[in-house]
Each structure stands twice: as structure tokens, then as C-alpha cells.
């Protein structure tokens, strides 16, 4: 409360100071006999000084900057596609500053040196084609450059990525990653996302977790028998706000469940093989130097952005779509951490869009290994592949559901 107090009489001081400067101004000026829209020389050859003295400390402190803060301040790039966006960048910046300093050296430097004079009148200069056409043209030609270079940079990051390339998505939700890695085969299964459940996170599309889907849908607590028991359980007295929330959920699960069966006909369980091998990653990301990767997006609930800082690479996961990017990864962690002088330094995933209220714990470290240290790490992983760790065990076929869906009774 004290603090507060004190900030407040601080604050009452300060407004009565800068109002008695102002009337102190308003005096000298009567007493100088000269009225107060009126500048003298003096005044202005002070301002004028003043300005190319602000120009001076105000380009030494953006050389300050640079120098102590490099380019960038994100050290070197970590693939070989960053490499080439470091560079852009580099262009971008070289431009812009050699155009901010040549531009603010004018604007200081003809205040200073066409102060206004007595006796000397200012020349009217209003137009001039050939100036018109420079500054027209120039930046034209400038910002086309830097877009020819930028889409041509865009198009590396985006474009077809070699046969070889390995095969990992990248699944966002609020508020972790989680990464999926093509099997033996480098072919990522199918997905949907009406097979979202428990076991099956990812929404993965087999015979086995589409038949464990509509057995959900169906068994559950919560699922269609269980709310068909209770809306004929003429024992159970029923508020009409909830009769109405059943009848409206029951709808739902049959329509559900009925597009699930229709999946499961039209499903070929030959390509079972491509989901059941592949390979759910949880924290860390697992990288292989002068590997290419080909990086799938998808997002659950909002808009995130996956951002490789130290790779240099960034795009958008949206729900309801893929989208994807490649990079190659050029030192291992290891290797990087002694460029760095940092034992501690570690790559790192992030969400470079405001997420939500936990946005900020939404990161996932990434390892990058030397080939040999990654295959036997990958050699682990096959062992506990999508099939191994989720459905070990073959799911019950279930009741067609012409037998077991029943009309939405009318209590």
C-alpha cells in the first residue's frame, strides 16, 4: 500500500513539474517579446545539431546490435535447406539495412543541412518524371528478386521429396506432439478420423480398429445399447432436457456407427500391413544425420504451427488437412553441441502458433543420431511397432450392425 502511495505522489509531482515548465516557457516567451509559434534561428541550428547528433548514437546503436547479436541470433542452420533460408535471409537483411541507412542518413542529413535560414526561400520543387520513375522501378525490381527466391526456397521446402526419403508424421493436438514413423515398408497407413479412440490416437485405418471403433460405439457405457436401455427402462423417470440429449446422441452414434460399417466393406485388409507397422514416438523426436526426411502434419482440434528452429523450417498443422515439408538434418546432436560450445543444447519442436492457455508447454525434443546409432535405435523401435504395443491380440468381429440398431424409440 506504502509503494503504492509513493508511486501515486511521484506521479501527482511529476504532472505539476512539466505543467510549471510549460508556463515557465509561456513567460520567457512574453518577456522576449515574440510570440509562441514563432521559431528564432537559434532554435532551429540547436534542433538541426541535435537531430544529426540523434542520427549518430541512433546508427550506433543498431551497429551495437549487429555486432553483439549477429544476424539472426539462432546460430548456424542444421540442414541443408536451412542453409539456403540463412542465406535469404541474409540477402533480405542486407537489403533492408543498406536501405534503412541510406534512407534515414538522408532524412537526418537534410534536416541539418537545410535548416531554415533568414532571407532564404524555400524552392518548390513538386514533381519530377525521371525521380518518379527510379524509385518506382528499383524497389519493383528488388521486391520481385526476393519473391523469385523466396518461392524458389518455399518450393525446396515443399516440393517432392526423394524414393528414399523416410516417412514420419507429425500428429498436434493441444498440447504435445506425437510422431509416427513410417515401418519396413516407409509407407504411413491410412487414417481417418471417426476411428479416434483410446487405443487408437492417431485414428489409424485397420479391420482390427475399425471393428474395435463400431464395438465402442455399440459396448460402451455410453454407447448405443446403453443408451437404448435407458431410454426403455420404463423404471426410470426422465426429464424431457435429457430424453431429448439421448434421443439427439443415440442419432449420433448411429449415424456413426453406420458410416464405420460402410467403411469396414469397403475396406481391403491388404493394406492392414502398412498401418500395423508403423511406429508411435511420444517426447522426443529421433532424427538421422544426412537423412531426407518427408515430414506429414495433421492437427486434432486448432490451427498449430510446427516450428524447427534450428532447422530452419516451419508450416501450419490444420485440422481437417495435411500438410507437409522436408529437410535434411547435417550434424548430430552431439556434433552440434560442440559447434555451440553448449553440452546442454538440444534441438527442439515447437508450436509456433498461440495454441491456447498451455501453448507454451507445446514442445518436443529432437535427437539427431549418426547413422549407426539410429538403426539400432529404429532396430528397437520395430519391436514395439502399432499392432505390438495397441491390439497384441485380434479383435472380436462384431454383430452386423443391421442387428443391433433399432429405431430411436419415442418415449
Same mark, same amino acid.
Given at each position: 500500500?506504502?509503494?503504492?502511495?509513493?508511486?501515486?505522489?511521484?506521479?501527482?509531482?511529476?504532472?505539476?513539474?512539466?505543467?510549471?515548465?510549460?508556463?515557465?516557457?509561456?513567460?520567457?516567451?512574453?518577456?522576449?517579446?515574440?510570440?509562441?509559434?514563432?521559431?528564432?534561428?537559434?532554435?532551429?541550428?540547436?534542433?538541426?545539431?541535435?537531430?544529426?547528433?540523434?542520427?549518430?548514437?541512433?546508427?550506433?546503436?543498431?551497429?551495437?546490435?549487429?555486432?553483439?547479436?549477429?544476424?539472426?541470433?539462432?546460430?548456424?542452420?542444421?540442414?541443408?535447406?536451412?542453409?539456403?533460408?540463412?542465406?535469404?535471409?541474409?540477402?533480405?537483411?542486407?537489403?533492408?539495412?543498406?536501405?534503412?541507412?541510406?534512407?534515414?542518413?538522408?532524412?537526418?542529413?537534410?534536416?541539418?543541412?537545410?535548416?531554415?535560414?533568414?532571407?532564404?526561400?524555400?524552392f518548390y520543387y513538386p514533381h519530377n518524371n525521371k525521380l518518379e520513375m527510379i524509385w518506382t522501378v528499383v524497389p519493383a525490381v528488388v521486391l520481385a528478386v526476393i519473391i523469385v527466391l523466396g518461392l524458389k526456397t518455399w518450393n525446396n521446402l515443399t516440393g517432392p521429396s526423394e524414393s528414399d526419403a523416410i516417412k514420419v508424421e507429425l500428429f498436434s493436438k493441444q498440447f504435445d506432439w506425437t510422431a509416427r514413423y513410417a515401418g519396413k515398408d516407409n509407407v504411413l497407413g491410412k487414417f481417418d478420423y471417426k476411428l479416434t479412440t483410446d487405443n487408437n490416437e492417431l485414428g489409424l485405418v485397420t479391420t482390427n480398429t475399425i471393428d474395435s471403433s463400431i464395438r465402442i460405439m455399440l459396448e460402451s457405457s455410453t454407447g448405443i445399447r446403453s443408451i437404448q436401455k435407458l431410454l426403455n427402462n420404463r423404471d426410470t423417470v426422465l426429464s424431457d432436457s435429457t430424453i431429448?440429449?439421448?434421443?439427439?446422441?443415440?442419432?449420433?452414434?448411429?449415424?456413426?456407427?453406420?458410416?464405420?460399417?460402410?467403411? /469396414?466393406?469397403?475396406?481391403?485388409? %491388404?493394406?492392414?500391413? *502398412?498401418?500395423?507397422?508403423?511406429?508411435?514416438? $511420444? !517426447?522426443?523426436?529421433?532424427?538421422?544425420?544426412?537423412?531426407?526426411?518427408?515430414?506429414?502434419?495433421?492437427?486434432?482440434?486448432?490451427?498449430?504451427?510446427?516450428?524447427?528452429?534450428?532447422?530452419?523450417?516451419?508450416?501450419?498443422?490444420?485440422?481437417?488437412?495435411?500438410?507437409?515439408?522436408?529437410?535434411?538434418?547435417?550434424?548430430?546432436?552431439?556434433?552440434?553441441?560442440?559447434?555451440?560450445?553448449?553440452?546442454?543444447?538440444?534441438?527442439?519442436?515447437?508450436?509456433?502458433?498461440?495454441?491456447?492457455?498451455?501453448?507454451?508447454?507445446?514442445?518436443?525434443?529432437?535427437?539427431? /543420431?549418426?547413422?549407426?546409432?539410429? %538403426?539400432?535405435?529404429? *532396430?528397437?523401435?520395430?519391436?514395439?511397432?502399432? $499392432? !505390438?504395443?495397441?491390439?497384441?491380440?485380434?479383435?472380436?468381429?462384431?454383430?452386423?450392425?443391421?442387428?443391433?440398431?433399432?429405431?430411436?424409440?419415442?418415449?
Open positions: 500500500m506504502e509503494n503504492k502511495l509513493i508511486i501515486l505522489i511521484v506521479i501527482i509531482l511529476g504532472a505539476i513539474a512539466i505543467a510549471q515548465l510549460v508556463r515557465v516557457y509561456e513567460l520567457s516567451t512574453k518577456l522576449r517579446k515574440s510570440a509562441e509559434y514563432e521559431v528564432n534561428s537559434r532554435d532551429n541550428n540547436l534542433n538541426a545539431r541535435l537531430m544529426f547528433l540523434f542520427m549518430l548514437l541512433f546508427f550506433g546503436s543498431v551497429i551495437y546490435l549487429f555486432v553483439n547479436y549477429g544476424w539472426t541470433g539462432r546460430g548456424e542452420a542444421a540442414s541443408i535447406g536451412g542453409i539456403e533460408t540463412d542465406w535469404l535471409l541474409k540477402l533480405n537483411l542486407a537489403i533492408v539495412t543498406a536501405v534503412f541507412f541510406f534512407t534515414n542518413f538522408l532524412l537526418f542529413y537534410f534536416t541539418y543541412k537545410y535548416v531554415k535560414k533568414p532571407g532564404v526561400a524555400a431429448n440429449v439421448l434421443k439427439t446422441d443415440l442419432s449420433r452414434k448411429e449415424r456413426l456407427v453406420r458410416l464405420l460399417s460402410q467403411m /469396414k466393406q469397403n475396406h481391403n485388409k %491388404k493394406l492392414d500391413a *502398412t498401418a500395423w507397422d508403423d511406429i508411435i514416438q $511420444k !517426447d522426443t523426436l529421433y532424427l538421422c544425420k544426412d537423412k531426407e526426411y518427408e515430414f506429414n502434419f495433421r492437427a486434432k482440434d486448432v490451427i498449430h504451427s510446427a516450428y524447427f528452429l534450428h532447422f530452419r523450417a516451419q508450416i501450419n498443422t490444420v485440422p481437417g488437412m495435411t500438410t507437409r515439408m522436408k529437410f535434411t538434418p547435417i550434424y548430430t546432436t552431439e556434433e552440434i553441441r560442440k559447434r555451440r560450445n553448449d553440452p546442454n543444447f538440444q534441438y527442439v519442436l515447437m508450436c509456433n502458433k498461440i495454441c491456447g492457455g498451455a501453448h507454451y508447454k507445446m514442445k518436443m525434443i529432437v535427437v539427431v /543420431k549418426d547413422k549407426a546409432s539410429y %538403426k539400432k535405435w529404429m *532396430t528397437l523401435r520395430q519391436k514395439e511397432t502399432f $499392432k !505390438d504395443k495397441y491390439f497384441p491380440a485380434p479383435v472380436a468381429p462384431v454383430i452386423p450392425v443391421a442387428q443391433v440398431v433399432t429405431n430411436t424409440p419415442m418415449n
